[in-house]
C-alpha cells in the first residue's frame, strides 16, 4: 500500500477499518494488502452481515444498519456520494474509494508489484512470435506504467468483465487464436470464451473454473514454457503424421510393383517406427535441455 489519505474529517483508523469490513470476504489482491496494513496498525475489522460484489466497480457490504462501500470511483458516484480530495496524479498507483453509511471515508492508493519473472515471460512469448496484450480495470497512468515496464505489445484500460469478454470475442472474429491468462473474479467470463484459458494457481476460484488450464504456483515461466513445449509437441506429431504417410505410400507402391516381399515389408515396418519413436524421444526433458 502506497498511501493512505482520509476525507476532511475521517481519520486513518476508520477508513481502513470501514476498508477491511468490506475486504474481509474478498478474494481480491487488494483485499490481502488493505487487510495486512489494517493489521499492522492494530485496526479491528468486523465481518459484514451481508457481502456483495460488482464485477469491475468494488464492494457493498452491509454491518448493521450502515452500508460500507469500497471501490471505484464510479461506485460511489452511482450511489451519489461525492469524493472529493482525491485525485490520481499518474504516479502508476491504483485508488480505492471508501464510504459508509453515506459518508465519504477516503482513498487508499495501492501500487501493483510486477511478479520478478513477468518481464522475462513476457519477452519470450514475444520471441516465440506470440502478441501480447494486457486487459486491465484499473485506470490509464497504472495500465501505461505496468506496460512499459513489461514490453507488451498492446494495452487497453477501464475495461470491465464485459469489456473483456467483448475485445476477446472480437480477436477470436478476426480469427485470431487467443490465450488468455488471469486470475480473478473479473477474468472468468474473458477466460471461458479464449480460445484456451489459463489461470493462475494462486487465483480466485472462478477464475480456476473458468479456465481450461490452471498452472500449478504463480511462475509465469511456466507458461512460457508450456507454449515451446506445446509448438514442440505439435511439430513433432505432424513430422510422425508425414512420414507415415510416405512411408505408407511407398510401401503400397512397392507392392503394386511386385517389389516388397515379406522381409522387406517387415524391414520397413520395423525401421520406421523406430524412427518415429526416437522422434518422439525429443520432447523428454534431458532431449530438450540437450
Same mark, same amino acid.
Given at each position: 500500500?502506497?498511501?493512505?489519505?482520509?476525507?476532511?474529517?475521517?481519520?486513518?483508523?476508520?477508513?481502513?477499518?470501514?476498508?477491511?469490513?468490506?475486504?474481509?470476504?474478498?478474494?481480491?489482491?487488494?483485499?490481502?494488502?488493505?487487510?495486512?496494513?489494517?493489521?499492522?496498525?492494530?485496526?479491528?475489522?468486523?465481518?459484514?452481515?451481508?457481502?456483495?460484489?460488482?464485477?469491475?466497480?468494488?464492494?457493498?457490504?452491509?454491518?448493521?444498519?450502515?452500508?460500507?462501500?469500497?471501490?471505484?470511483?464510479?461506485?460511489?458516484?452511482?450511489?451519489?456520494?461525492?469524493?472529493?480530495?482525491?485525485?490520481?496524479?499518474?504516479?502508476?498507483?491504483?485508488?480505492?474509494?471508501?464510504?459508509?453509511?453515506?459518508?465519504? &471515508?477516503?482513498?487508499?492508493?495501492?501500487?501493483?508489484? &510486477?511478479?520478478?519473472?513477468?518481464?522475462?515471460?513476457?519477452?519470450?512469448?514475444?520471441?516465440?512470435?506470440?502478441?501480447?496484450?494486457?486487459?486491465?480495470?484499473?485506470?490509464?497512468?497504472?495500465?501505461?506504467?505496468?506496460?512499459?515496464?513489461?514490453?507488451?505489445?498492446?494495452?487497453?484500460?477501464?475495461?470491465?468483465?464485459?469489456?473483456?469478454?467483448?475485445?476477446?470475442?472480437?480477436?477470436?472474429?478476426?480469427?485470431?487464436?487467443?490465450?488468455?491468462?488471469?486470475?480473478?473474479?473479473?477474468?472468468?467470463?474473458?477466460?471461458?470464451?479464449?480460445?484456451?484459458?489459463?489461470?493462475?494457481?494462486?487465483?480466485?476460484?472462478?477464475?480456476?473454473?473458468?479456465?481450461?488450464?490452471?498452472?500449478?504456483?504463480?511462475?509465469?515461466?511456466?507458461?512460457?514454457?508450456?507454449?515451446?513445449?506445446?509448438?514442440?509437441?505439435?511439430?513433432?506429431?505432424?513430422?510422425?503424421?508425414?512420414?507415415?504417410?510416405?512411408?505408407?505410400?511407398?510401401?503400397?507402391? &512397392?507392392?503394386?510393383?511386385?517389389?516388397?516381399?515379406?522381409?522387406?515389408?517387415?524391414?520397413?515396418?520395423?525401421?520406421?517406427? &523406430?524412427?518415429?519413436?526416437?522422434?518422439?524421444?525429443?520432447?523428454?526433458?534431458?532431449?530438450?535441455?540437450?
Amino acid at each position: 500500500m502506497v498511501d493512505v489519505q482520509p476525507a476532511n474529517g475521517a481519520s486513518v483508523e476508520s477508513l481502513l477499518a470501514s476498508a477491511a469490513i468490506a475486504e474481509r470476504l474478498s478474494e481480491h489482491p487488494f483485499a490481502t494488502a488493505i487487510l495486512r496494513k489494517a493489521s499492522a496498525m492494530s485496526v479491528l475489522a468486523a465481518e459484514p452481515d451481508e457481502f456483495a460484489y460488482e464485477p469491475g466497480k468494488g464492494i457493498r457490504a452491509i454491518l448493521g444498519k450502515q452500508e460500507v462501500l469500497v471501490g471505484s470511483r464510479a461506485l460511489l458516484q452511482e450511489c451519489g456520494i461525492a469524493v472529493n480530495g482525491a485525485s490520481n496524479k499518474g504516479d502508476g498507483s491504483s485508488e480505492v474509494f471508501v464510504a459508509r453509511d453515506g459518508s465519504y &471515508l477516503g482513498c487508499l492508493k495501492l501500487a501493483d508489484t &510486477l511478479r520478478p519473472e513477468a518481464k522475462e515471460a513476457i519477452h519470450g512469448l514475444r520471441e516465440s512470435g506470440v502478441r501480447t496484450l494486457l486487459l486491465t480495470g484499473d485506470v490509464e497512468s497504472v495500465a501505461t506504467s505496468v506496460a512499459k515496464a513489461l514490453g507488451v505489445d498492446e494495452v487497453e484500460w477501464r475495461l470491465l468483465p464485459a469489456q473483456k469478454l467483448q475485445r476477446i470475442e472480437a480477436l477470436l472474429r478476426e480469427g485470431k487464436k487467443v490465450a488468455m491468462v488471469g486470475d480473478g473474479i473479473n477474468d472468468a467470463p474473458a477466460l471461458s470464451q479464449a480460445t484456451v484459458g489459463i489461470a493462475m494457481g494462486s487465483g480466485t476460484d472462478v477464475a480456476r473454473e473458468s479456465a481450461d488450464i490452471v498452472l500449478l504456483g504463480n511462475d509465469l515461466l511456466k507458461f512460457v514454457e508450456t507454449v515451446r513445449i506445446a509448438r514442440r509437441c505439435r511439430r513433432i506429431i505432424l513430422t510422425n503424421f508425414v512420414g507415415t504417410l510416405l512411408v505408407d505410400g511407398a510401401g503400397v507402391g &512397392l507392392a503394386a510393383f511386385g517389389m516388397l516381399n515379406p522381409l522387406l515389408a517387415a524391414f520397413i515396418h520395423v525401421s520406421s517406427e &523406430l524412427a518415429f519413436i526416437l522422434n518422439s524421444a525429443r520432447l523428454l526433458p534431458g532431449a530438450q535441455r540437450a
